[in-house]
C-alpha cells in the first residue's frame, strides 16, 4: 500500500549530499553521497584483463581502482562474443564500425563456459560497474550493459521486451509489450520500467530514441583509447535517485542548496515536467533536517536497538556474513492477552519496522529475524504473508522465506552500494567523551515512551520522576508543560523532581513510596 504522502528533503553539504525519503513523515530510505565520487554503479570503464582465475571462472579487471575490479562468467551477458568483436572494432577501427542493428549476432555463448576462452591477460574490454567497491573488495562489473532512463532501459545486444513486474494489469502489459515491439530497433533489448504505464507512444519513442544515441556517443568514445580509462559517468546520485523514484504521490522536494537547486529544476525538466512545482528550495535558518524531523529519526532508527511501540524493539546485528535482527517483547504485555496471541501481535508490529530497516540501511547479504515463537501455523503464515507485503516497496531485488517452525525467517537482499553504518552515540558530557550514552536528542522521547509502558501496567496511582536539574526545568517549565501534558495524555498522577546527584542524562521512576520501577 502507497503512502499517501511522499516526501524528500536534500542536504548538500561540501563533501557529500544527503537524500532523505519520508513517507508520511517517516524516514523510510537514506542516501549519502560524496561529491565528485568516482566508480559508481552505472559507470562504463575500458578495463584491461589483469589476470584470469580459472578457479572462480572469473577475471580480474583493471578500471582505474585501487582494487582490481571482478568480472564473473555469469555476468558476461549470452551474446559476450558479438560484443567483444564490436568493441575492439570500435577501438581499434572507429572508422569501420557499423551501427549496432546491422550487425548479426555470433552464437551465444555456453552456460556452463569457461572465461578462459573468452579473455586473456592484457585484453581490453568494455564494462559496467554493477556493485560498487565494498570493504575490502574491488567493484563488480558486467558486459551485459544497460542505459537507464525515466520509463525505459536499453540493453544493447539483446533482442528480448521485458515488462516491470510490478505493473499488474494484463491489458497493459500487452499494450506496452507490442508498442516497443514495434519502435525499438533491431540488437536492442528493452526492460520496461513501472513509471511507462499508461504513457503514450511518442513519449517512450522520445526517450528511446536518446538511450540510443547515449549508446552511439559511448562508441564514439572507445576509439583508439587505452586502458583504464572512463568512458561514460551514470548521472549523479541525486538525478539518478529521482529518476528511479519519482512519481505522482510525491508532494514536495526540499533542498538547502540554490545551486543544486536548479540542477535539479533543470533535470525534472527533462524527464517530468509537471513536477517542477513541488520542488522546494529551504532557506531556513536551521538545518535542514533538523526542521523537518530528520536527524532526530536517523539518530533514533540507525541505532543497534530500535524501539517499537508499548516497550517491543528490535536488536540489530552485523556479523562478517549475515545480519541477524531479533524481535523482542519487552514490556509489550496486555491482560487477559495469552502467549501465542501476544507474540503475533509484536512480531506483526516489527514486520513493518523490519522492512523499513533495510531500506534504511541499505542491508544485503543474508539477513536471518529472529521472530518470538509462535505455535499457530495460521500466525506464521500471516506474518509471512505480512513481510512479503511491505517488501513490495523495496526496489532491491530480494527473496523471503517462510518462517520455520523455530520462528526464522531468512531474506536475501542485494545490495550494489555500501552499507548507510551511521555511529549514533556523542561523548558523555559527564566523562568528557571517555564513555557513550544515547544521543541527547532521544531522552525526553525516551522517558516518555517508559511512561507510557508504566501508564498502560495501571499498577501504580502515584509516579515519581527523578531527573539532572536541567532535565527537570526542561519539563517543567511553562503553564502547559511537557510533564503537564503528559499527566493528560497517559492519565497518571506524575511529578517530576530534580536530583542533583545525577548525571545529566540519568533518570529514574519510582512509586510514591520510594521504590524504584524497573523497566
Same mark, same amino acid.
Given at each position: 500500500?502507497?503512502?499517501?504522502?511522499?516526501?524528500?528533503?536534500?542536504?548538500?553539504?561540501?563533501?557529500?549530499?544527503?537524500?532523505?525519503?519520508?513517507?508520511?513523515?517517516?524516514?523510510?530510505?537514506?542516501?549519502?553521497?560524496? @561529491?565528485?565520487? !568516482?566508480?559508481?554503479?552505472?559507470?562504463?570503464?575500458?578495463?584491461?584483463?589483469?589476470?584470469?582465475?580459472?578457479?572462480?571462472?572469473?577475471?580480474?579487471?583493471?578500471?582505474?581502482?585501487?582494487?582490481?575490479?571482478?568480472?564473473?562468467?555469469?555476468?558476461?551477458?549470452?551474446?559476450?562474443? *558479438?560484443?567483444?568483436?564490436?568493441?575492439?572494432?570500435?577501438?581499434?577501427?572507429?572508422? =569501420?564500425?557499423? #551501427?549496432?542493428?546491422?550487425?548479426?549476432?555470433?552464437?551465444?555463448?555456453?552456460?556452463?563456459?569457461?572465461?578462459?576462452?573468452?579473455?586473456?591477460?592484457?585484453?581490453?574490454?568494455?564494462?559496467?560497474?554493477?556493485?560498487?567497491?565494498?570493504?575490502?573488495? %574491488? #567493484?563488480?562489473?558486467?558486459?551485459?550493459?544497460?542505459?537507464? %532512463?525515466?520509463?525505459?532501459? &536499453?540493453?544493447?545486444?539483446?533482442?528480448?521486451?521485458?515488462?516491470?513486474?510490478?505493473?499488474? =494489469?494484463? $491489458?497493459?502489459?500487452? @499494450?506496452?509489450?507490442?508498442?516497443?515491439?514495434?519502435?525499438?530497433?533491431?540488437?536492442?533489448?528493452?526492460?520496461?520500467?513501472?513509471?511507462?504505464?499508461?504513457?503514450?507512444?511518442?513519449?517512450?519513442?522520445?526517450?528511446?530514441?536518446?538511450?540510443?544515441?547515449?549508446?552511439?556517443?559511448?562508441?564514439?568514445?572507445?576509439?583508439?583509447?587505452?586502458?583504464?580509462?572512463?568512458?561514460?559517468? $551514470?548521472?549523479?546520485?541525486?538525478?539518478?535517485?529521482?529518476?528511479?523514484?519519482?512519481? *505522482?504521490?510525491?508532494?514536495?522536494?526540499?533542498?538547502?542548496?540554490?545551486?543544486?537547486?536548479?540542477?535539479?529544476?533543470?533535470?525534472?525538466?527533462?524527464?517530468?515536467?509537471?513536477?517542477?512545482?513541488?520542488?522546494?528550495?529551504?532557506?531556513?535558518?536551521?538545518?535542514?533536517?533538523?526542521?523537518?524531523?530528520?536527524?532526530?529519526?536517523?539518530?533514533?532508527?540507525?541505532?543497534? /536497538?530500535?524501539?517499537?511501540?508499548?516497550?517491543?524493539? &528490535?536488536?540489530?546485528?552485523?556479523?562478517?556474513?549475515?545480519?541477524? /535482527?531479533?524481535?523482542?517483547?519487552?514490556?509489550? *504485555? %496486555?491482560?487477559?492477552?495469552?502467549?501465542?496471541?501476544?507474540?503475533?501481535?509484536?512480531?506483526?508490529?516489527?514486520? $513493518?519496522?523490519?522492512?523499513?530497516?533495510? @531500506?534504511?540501511?541499505?542491508?544485503?547479504?543474508?539477513?536471518?529475524?529472529?521472530? +518470538?515463537?509462535?505455535?499457530?501455523?495460521?500466525?506464521?503464515?500471516?506474518?509471512?504473508?505480512?513481510?512479503?507485503?511491505?517488501?513490495?516497496?523495496?526496489?532491491?531485488?530480494?527473496?523471503?522465506?517462510?518462517?520455520?517452525?523455530?520462528?526464522?525467517?531468512?531474506?536475501?537482499?542485494?545490495?550494489? @552500494?555500501?552499507?548507510?553504518?551511521?555511529?549514533?552515540?556523542?561523548?558523555?558530557?559527564?566523562?568528557?567523551?571517555?564513555? !557513550?550514552?544515547?544521543?541527547?536528542?532521544?531522552?525526553?522521547?525516551?522517558?516518555?515512551?517508559?511512561?507510557?509502558?508504566?501508564?498502560?501496567?495501571?499498577?501504580?496511582?502515584? +509516579?515519581?520522576?527523578?531527573?539532572?536539574?536541567?532535565?527537570?526545568?526542561?519539563?517543567?517549565?511553562?503553564?502547559?508543560?511537557?510533564?503537564?501534558?503528559?499527566?493528560?495524555?497517559?492519565?497518571?498522577? &506524575?511529578?517530576?523532581? #530534580?536530583?542533583?546527584?545525577?548525571?545529566?542524562?540519568?533518570?529514574?521512576?519510582?512509586?510514591?513510596?520510594?521504590?524504584?520501577?524497573?523497566?
Amino acid at each position: 500500500m502507497e503512502a499517501e504522502n511522499r516526501e524528500i528533503v536534500i542536504k548538500a553539504e561540501p563533501e557529500q549530499v544527503s537524500i532523505a525519503l519520508l513517507e508520511d513523515k517517516k524516514l523510510t530510505e537514506f542516501v549519502q553521497e560524496k @561529491r565528485n565520487k !568516482q566508480f559508481n554503479v552505472g559507470d562504463f570503464y575500458l578495463g584491461k584483463v589483469k589476470k584470469i582465475m580459472n578457479g572462480l571462472n572469473a577475471a580480474f579487471i583493471d578500471i582505474g581502482h585501487e582494487r582490481d575490479a571482478f568480472l564473473h562468467y555469469h555476468d558476461l551477458g549470452p551474446n559476450f562474443r *558479438t560484443f567483444k568483436g564490436y568493441i575492439k572494432t570500435a577501438i581499434q577501427h572507429p572508422k =569501420n564500425i557499423l #551501427p549496432l542493428e546491422k550487425i548479426n549476432f555470433y552464437p551465444e555463448i555456453d552456460k556452463n563456459g569457461r572465461i578462459s576462452d573468452l579473455l586473456r591477460p592484457g585484453e581490453s574490454v568494455l564494462v559496467q560497474i554493477s556493485k560498487e567497491a565494498i570493504n575490502n573488495k %574491488g #567493484p563488480r562489473l558486467t558486459t551485459e550493459v544497460t542505459l537507464p %532512463g525515466r520509463h525505459l532501459v &536499453l540493453v544493447p545486444f539483446s533482442n528480448k521486451v521485458s515488462i516491470s513486474q510490478k505493473i499488474k =494489469n494484463k $491489458e497493459e502489459r500487452e @499494450r506496452l509489450r507490442q508498442l516497443i515491439l514495434s519502435i525499438k530497433p533491431r540488437n536492442f533489448g528493452v526492460i520496461v520500467r513501472t513509471a511507462a504505464q499508461g504513457k503514450k507512444v511518442a513519449v517512450l519513442d522520445a526517450e528511446l530514441r536518446e538511450l540510443r544515441q547515449k549508446w552511439s556517443d559511448i562508441v564514439k568514445k572507445i576509439a583508439n583509447l587505452k586502458p583504464p580509462r572512463l568512458v561514460q559517468s $551514470e548521472i549523479d546520485r541525486i538525478s539518478a535517485y529521482l529518476r528511479d523514484v519519482l512519481n *505522482t504521490s510525491f508532494s514536495a522536494i526540499y533542498v538547502n542548496d540554490q545551486a543544486l537547486y536548479y540542477e535539479i529544476k533543470d533535470y525534472l525538466a527533462s524527464i517530468a515536467p509537471g513536477s517542477q512545482r513541488i520542488l522546494r528550495y529551504y532557506t531556513g535558518k536551521a538545518d535542514i533536517f533538523d526542521y523537518y524531523n530528520v536527524s532526530k529519526q536517523v539518530k533514533k532508527l540507525f541505532q543497534r /536497538i530500535v524501539p517499537l511501540k508499548k516497550g517491543a524493539y &528490535l536488536i540489530i546485528e552485523k556479523t562478517e556474513a549475515l545480519y541477524v /535482527i531479533d524481535v523482542n517483547s519487552g514490556n509489550k *504485555t %496486555g491482560s487477559g492477552i495469552d502467549q501465542e496471541t501476544n507474540a503475533f501481535e509484536v512480531n506483526m508490529l516489527a514486520v $513493518e519496522e523490519i522492512a523499513r530497516q533495510m @531500506r534504511l540501511r541499505d542491508m544485503g547479504g543474508i539477513i536471518v529475524v529472529d521472530f +518470538i515463537d509462535m505455535k499457530d501455523q495460521a500466525h506464521r503464515e500471516a506474518v509471512y504473508k505480512a513481510m512479503k507485503k511491505q517488501m513490495q516497496k523495496d526496489r532491491a531485488k530480494h527473496s523471503i522465506l517462510p518462517l520455520t517452525k523455530f520462528g526464522l525467517m531468512q531474506i536475501t537482499r542485494q545490495r550494489v @552500494r555500501p552499507e548507510i553504518s551511521l555511529l549514533n552515540f556523542e561523548p558523555c558530557p559527564v566523562c568528557n567523551g571517555t564513555g !557513550q550514552v544515547t544521543p541527547t536528542i532521544l531522552i525526553i522521547d525516551e522517558i516518555e515512551s517508559k511512561l507510557q509502558t508504566i501508564s498502560e501496567d495501571g499498577k501504580y496511582s502515584k +509516579i515519581l520522576l527523578k531527573t539532572h536539574p536541567f532535565i527537570h526545568a526542561y519539563l517543567t517549565k511553562g503553564l502547559l508543560s511537557i510533564a503537564a501534558k503528559w499527566r493528560f495524555k497517559y492519565k497518571v498522577n &506524575l511529578k517530576v523532581l #530534580p536530583d542533583k546527584n545525577y548525571f545529566f542524562l540519568e533518570y529514574n521512576f519510582f512509586t510514591h513510596k520510594g521504590e524504584k520501577i524497573n523497566i
